[in-house]
């Protein structure tokens, strides 16, 4: 079992595991399901009270995750819980409140530097874990569909107005739906099985993203999801399904893997026609 990498893993990790644990441990599980803002922010011996275990089953539970101790997870709900938080203003002064140790960390320069380092590594694992396979058979469905709607809502509406715009210069049926007006039924309306749906979205996820890539189903369209776990709600819709894991520094995820990964899509697509 891989570790979470985030709050809806870990979730999904004890709902399944549930009936497995100890009593003691399910005591523990209950308690991170239901007590979002105690994890992230209140003390190792405040959760065990409050969960009415020692201390030291906490340390347990985190070990039956594959945590090296509890720590960890606490810093994944309070990550998870600061990232939630919509303006970066009240981000960043989470951050310096809870975690004042790094000296540093707010200088322009230390920042594109830690932007750099983390986005260079996501690039080479975006590379070397996306399989020929997975990418042929995208360009294959993008080839072959009449029209393509694309669907990004909140951060991943960048990503999604950007494919939008490279299909186009691809000469493709390409048509962003972005809810303009609450129209997103309106939009979606003529998605039909010669269709293509690419759906982008990230934990958490969007739920109106979720809603249209049900509706595409119904349709009998084909669908491409790039998201950012297996465990995504979204990943179970999927023909394809690209797992991009982004680089974060702190409480701020970059959006540069996906980008390169959907301008890859469009360029390939736009040399198939070539062939």
Same mark, same amino acid.
């Given at each position: 079992?891989?570790?979470a990498?985030?709050? !809806?893993?870990?979730?999904? =990790?004890? $709902?399944?595991?549930y009936?497995?644990?100890?009593? $003691?441990?399910? %005591?523990?599980a209950?308690y991170v399901? /239901?007590n979002?803002?105690?994890?992230a922010?209140d003390?190792i011996?405040?959760?065990?009270? =409050?969960? @009415?275990?020692?201390?030291?089953?906490?340390?347990?539970?985190?070990k039956?995750f594959?945590?090296?101790?509890?720590?960890?997870i606490?810093q994944?709900? #309070?990550?998870?819980?600061i *990232?939630?938080?919509? &303006?970066?203003t009240?981000?960043? #002064?989470?951050l310096? /409140?809870? *975690?004042?140790e790094?000296?540093?960390? @707010?200088?322009?320069?230390h920042?594109?530097?830690q932007? !750099?380092?983390?986005?260079?590594?996501?690039?080479?694992?975006?590379?070397?874990q996306t399989?020929?396979q997975?990418? /042929?058979?995208?360009?294959d469905i993008?080839?072959?569909?009449?029209?393509?709607?694309i669907?990004g809502?909140?951060?991943?509406?960048s990503?999604a107005t950007y494919?939008t715009?490279?299909?186009r210069?691809? *000469? $493709?049926r390409? +048509?962003l739906?972005d @809810?303009?007006g609450?129209? +997103?039924? /309106?939009q979606?309306?003529m998605?039909?099985?010669?269709d293509?749906?690419?759906?982008?979205?990230?934990s958490?996820y969007? !739920? *109106?993203?979720?809603?249209l &890539?049900e509706? !595409?189903v119904?349709?009998g369209?084909?669908?491409?999801?790039?998201?950012?776990?297996q465990a995504?709600?979204?990943?179970q +819709?999927s023909?394809?399904c690209?797992?991009?894991?982004?680089g974060?520094?702190?409480a +701020?995820?970059?959006?540069s893997? &996906?980008?390169c990964l959907? %301008?890859?899509?469009?360029v390939?697509l736009?040399?198939?026609?070539?062939?």
């Amino acid at each position: 079992m891989p570790v979470a990498t985030n709050i !809806a893993q870990l979730q999904q =990790q004890i $709902r399944t595991r549930y009936g497995d644990l100890s009593k $003691r441990l399910q %005591q523990v599980a209950s308690y991170v399901l /239901e007590n979002n803002n105690s994890l992230a922010f209140d003390t190792i011996a405040v959760i065990a009270t =409050q969960a @009415g275990v020692p201390p030291s089953t906490l340390i347990r539970f985190a070990k039956a995750f594959e945590f090296s101790g509890f720590n960890e997870i606490k810093q994944l709900f #309070r990550r998870d819980l600061i *990232e939630e938080t919509a &303006s970066y203003t009240d981000r960043a #002064r989470l951050l310096k /409140e809870h *975690e004042p140790e790094q000296a540093g960390r @707010g200088k322009p320069l230390h920042i594109l530097q830690q932007f !750099a380092q983390v986005n260079s590594q996501a690039m080479h694992q975006l590379a070397t874990q996306t399989s020929q396979q997975q990418l /042929e058979l995208a360009v294959d469905i993008l080839n072959k569909a009449d029209n393509i709607y694309i669907v990004g809502l909140r951060r991943s509406f960048s990503i999604a107005t950007y494919l939008t715009y490279a299909l186009r210069h691809a *000469e $493709r049926r390409a +048509f962003l739906i972005d @809810g303009l007006g609450g129209m +997103f039924n /309106e939009q979606f309306s003529m998605v039909g099985a010669n269709d293509v749906v690419l759906s982008i979205s990230f934990s958490p996820y969007a !739920a *109106e993203t979720v809603t249209l &890539s049900e509706a !595409a189903v119904k349709a009998g369209a084909k669908q491409i999801i790039i998201t950012d776990s297996q465990a995504s709600p979204l990943a179970q +819709f999927s023909d394809v399904c690209f797992v991009v894991n982004e680089g974060k520094v702190d409480a +701020f995820r970059s959006q540069s893997a &996906s980008l390169c990964l959907v %301008q890859s899509l469009a360029v390939a697509l736009a040399f198939n026609d070539e062939q």
